[in-house]
Every structure is written in C-alpha cells, then in structure tokens.
C-alpha cells in the first residue's frame, strides 16, 4: 500500500494493534489544546517520520491525555498501511515473564521488536526496579528499535530529566529517535468521573 494513501480502519486492525478500545474513537480534537498543532503536524507527515523512525516522548501529569495522543499515531500510521503494536509496559513485562506469543510464528516481545511503530505506554519510575521488564531490557528493545529506524513512541510521567535521572540507559537510548513533547491540560480522567457521578446523582453532592 502507498503510504501516501489512507484506508479507513476498523476492528481487525484494533484488535491486532492491541489498541485499548477507550482509544477507538479518539479524535485529534479530543489531544489537548497546549500540543494540537503539534500533533496534527506529526500526524499529516506521519509517513515521513516512520521512514526517519522519528517517535515520540510524551511525557506529562496524570490523566492529561498522553495516551490518547500516542493512540492517534499509532491509528494514523496504520490507516498507512504500516504495522503497529499498542502495549503497557506493566503489560510487556508479563508477556515476556511468561513467554507469550503474539501468533504462530512471534512472541510479543518480537513484534514489539518488528513493527514499524510501536507504542510503550505508562512508563513508570517503578519499572526500573521490576525482576523482568526494567530499565535494561527496555532500553534494549529501544535501541533496536533506534538501530533499525522504527518508530517508538513512549507516554510516561517523568519527564526527560527524571528520565535520565533514574533511568539513563534508557533516556541515552532515546536520544536521537524520540522527540521529547510535554503534554498538559486538565485530568480528562477526573472529568470523565466527576460527568458520570453528576449523572448518577443528578448533580447532587456526594456526601
């Protein structure tokens, strides 16, 4: 498929990107204000960036949208015709803890390994300190990734210099290959919650 021409994607594609269903309908008007213009502009040259294996670091306070950002990317270059896995990093670390295979012929980690983007979501401080999945192996599958020029897109909550503070294998291996985006705005997830109990109360205060 030229990669100049979208496709309208649905299910399959979902499901095989592993993209959380919360993310299906994300819309580059749901990104926040503070990073919209920057993120269309990633978005509309999408395939020249995967061709340069230029990701993305998005980093900022809970809630504010980082994910969803990443969701669009990932949705955006499969409407391209390239491969993307969606994955948590509390996620990858239990797949490679157990071996699990992706299909057939790949185990998940190789297909975070191999495709042409891939997204690791929610990078924490803890995971540093985790038996399977730490600093190490992520910056191991990071630099591959850097080596082979395939798009990595990380969302977490440090920011670069935390980053580099507490994980500085990895922040080196991101050097180069992942521009560093600073996302802010509300918490979309105390919104959602505080629209959901006003509906359930009626508007009224919970005691």
Same mark, same amino acid.
């Given at each position: 498929?030229?990669?100049?021409?979208?496709?309208?994607?649905?299910?399959?594609?979902?499901?095989?990107?592993?993209?959380?269903?919360?993310?299906?309908? /994300?819309?580059?008007?749901?990104?926040?204000?503070?990073?919209?213009?920057?993120?269309?502009?990633? =978005?509309?040259?999408?395939?020249?960036?995967?061709?340069?294996?230029?990701?993305?670091?998005?980093?900022?306070?809970?809630? !504010?949208?980082?994910?969803?950002?990443?969701?669009?990317?990932?949705?955006?270059? %499969?409407? %391209?015709? *390239? /491969?993307?896995?969606?994955?948590? +990093?509390?996620?990858?670390?239990?797949?490679?803890?157990?071996?699990?295979?992706?299909?057939?012929?790949?185990?998940? =980690?190789?297909?975070?390994?191999?495709?042409? !983007?891939? +997204?690791?979501?929610?990078?924490?401080?803890?995971?540093?300190?985790? *038996?399977?999945?730490?600093?190490? !192996?992520?910056?191991?599958?990071?630099? *591959?990734?850097?080596?082979?020029?395939?798009?990595?897109?990380?969302? /977490?909550?440090?920011?670069?210099?935390?980053?580099?503070?507490?994980?500085?294998?990895? *922040?080196?291996?991101?050097?180069?290959?992942?521009?560093?985006?600073?996302?802010?705005?509300?918490?979309?997830?105390?919104?959602?919650?505080?629209?959901?109990?006003?509906? +359930?109360?009626?508007?009224?205060?919970?005691?």
């Amino acid at each position: 498929m030229d990669a100049n021409q979208r496709r309208v994607i649905g299910l399959p594609d979902f499901e095989r990107m592993n993209l959380p269903e919360e993310f299906w309908r /994300t819309k580059i008007q749901d990104a926040p204000q503070s990073v919209r213009d920057v993120i269309h502009r990633y =978005l509309f040259r999408i395939s020249e960036f995967v061709e340069k294996g230029a990701g993305l670091l998005l980093h900022g306070g809970a809630g !504010v949208g980082k994910s969803g950002i990443a969701a669009l990317a990932a949705k955006e270059a %499969r409407a %391209r015709g *390239y /491969t993307v896995f969606f994955i948590g +990093v509390w996620e990858l670390r239990e797949a490679v803890r157990s071996k699990l295979m992706f299909d057939d012929a790949a185990s998940v =980690l190789d297909r975070c390994r191999n495709v042409d !983007v891939l +997204v690791l979501d929610n990078l924490r401080e803890e995971d540093e300190k985790e *038996y399977m999945v730490n600093a190490r !192996v992520l910056e191991e599958l990071v630099s *591959y990734r850097k080596n082979k020029k395939r798009v990595t897109i990380i969302t /977490t909550r440090l920011s670069p210099s935390e980053l580099r503070s507490k994980m500085s294998g990895l *922040y080196d291996a991101t050097v180069g290959s992942l521009v560093p985006i600073a996302v802010a705005g509300d918490n979309l997830r105390v919104q959602a919650h505080q629209a959901l109990v006003n509906e +359930v109360l009626g508007g009224r205060v919970v005691p």
